[in-house]
């Protein structure tokens, strides 16, 4: 049976959300033996090197304002990273998967905000689902305590979200290849001059930090990028971000097959309502009678969520 180009580009999108999802342990597991700003300043400056060889001639001129708006998207992108890193050392793979994908509802919040814009019906809903969702896979029955991990992990989403607004504010202004490798170029050299200051270079890389490193930046990095850019003319982005929610299941799979991490029913629970807020935040579109600017101001959350992921998302 022949396979049409819509239906290899979304099988595509569906192979990168799985190695997103399954990414998750292997960092976990890789967190014992490096520390996390070696990983990721190694994972990060692997990634821009496999980007910058594939796609030089975006990067050959290069211009001082692209320079100056990737480093800040890279800012917020090194927060989320280093918290979502970090988080996962106290927390398990299946709840960090989960609670990163809450970044797509905080969108809706922070543009709401930011832009003064009373927020939809659907908007409530997705945050109300996704509190609650979050309150059934992070916080003990008796307690409104959330545990550190999954704090950590929280405190990424917010970042990514972040990440996500300013990326649809100055994304379109440049070359999108090479303000992404900027981002990824900052990250990277950051995170490293951290970890040689306050962690400790290994005695010598052990095969779970090898493998982690290596499939984290060229896989789930440099292909997930690639893939996506020459993927999505084939599809729509709603498809895409639909596909691309398949990320936390693949990581709660993950945990479940490789690291024994076993869901309870309260968390399984939580972890379908804040899918399904995902879902309804993808499927949210602006309210027809809305005035002209606020319309205008509404984020296009299918594509900002779409270059979120083709980043660089674990």
Request: proline share 5%; charged share 5%; aromatic share 10%.
């Given at each position: 049976m022949k396979i049409s180009c819509r239906n290899r580009a979304e099988l595509s999108m569906l192979l990168v959300a799985l190695i997103w999802g399954t990414t998750f342990v292997l960092v976990k597991s890789a967190l014992s033996d490096i520390g996390p700003f070696l990983f990721l300043g190694l994972r990060f400056l692997i990634a821009f090197g496999v980007?910058?060889?594939?796609?030089?001639?975006?990067?050959?001129?290069?211009?001082?304002?692209?320079?100056?708006?990737?480093?800040?998207?890279?800012?917020?992108l090194f927060i989320g990273y280093i918290f979502q890193t970090v988080g996962l050392k106290y927390t398990t793979s299946s709840n960090a998967g989960f609670i990163t994908g809450v970044n797509v509802v905080l969108v809706l919040i922070i543009y709401a905000i930011l832009y003064r814009i009373r927020p939809a019906a659907t908007t409530i809903l997705t945050?109300?689902?996704a509190i609650i969702g979050l309150y059934f896979m992070s916080f003990q029955a008796d307690t409104l305590t959330l545990s550190y991990g999954d704090l950590l992990v929280l405190v990424c989403a917010v970042a990514f979200a972040l990440h996500i607004v300013f990326v649809d504010r100055y994304s379109h202004q440049h070359n999108p290849v090479a303000?992404?490798?900027?981002?990824?170029?900052?990250?990277?050299?950051?995170?490293?001059?951290?970890?040689?200051?306050?962690e400790p270079?290994?005695?010598?890389?052990?095969?779970?930090?090898?493998?982690?490193?290596?499939?984290?930046?060229?896989?789930?990095?440099?292909?997930?990028?690639?893939?996506?850019n020459a993927m999505q003319k084939y599809s729509t982005p709603t498809?895409?971000?639909?596909?691309?929610?398949?990320?936390?299941v693949f990581a709660a799979l993950a945990g479940y097959l490789w690291a024994g991490?076993?869901?309870?029913?309260?968390a399984l629970a939580g972890a379908g309502?804040?899918?399904l807020?995902?879902?309804?935040?993808?499927?949210?579109?602006?309210?027809k009678k809305q005035p002209k600017k606020s319309a205008a101001a509404e984020p296009n959350v299918i594509k900002a969520h779409s270059y979120l992921n083709k980043l660089i998302k674990d």
């Open positions: 980007i910058a060889l594939l796609s030089y001639r975006s990067l050959i001129h290069i211009q001082f304002s692209t320079l100056a708006a990737g480093s800040l998207l890279g800012v917020f945050v109300v689902m303000i992404t490798a900027v981002q990824i170029l900052f990250v990277g050299v950051v995170c490293l001059i951290i970890g040689l200051l306050y270079w290994p005695d010598h890389f052990t095969p779970n930090a090898v493998n982690a490193i290596l499939i984290t930046s060229v896989l789930a990095t440099s292909l997930a990028f690639l893939l996506q498809r895409f971000a639909v596909i691309l929610t398949m990320e936390p991490e076993i869901l309870s029913p309260r309502l804040i899918l807020s995902m879902l309804v935040s993808i499927f949210s579109r602006p309210g």
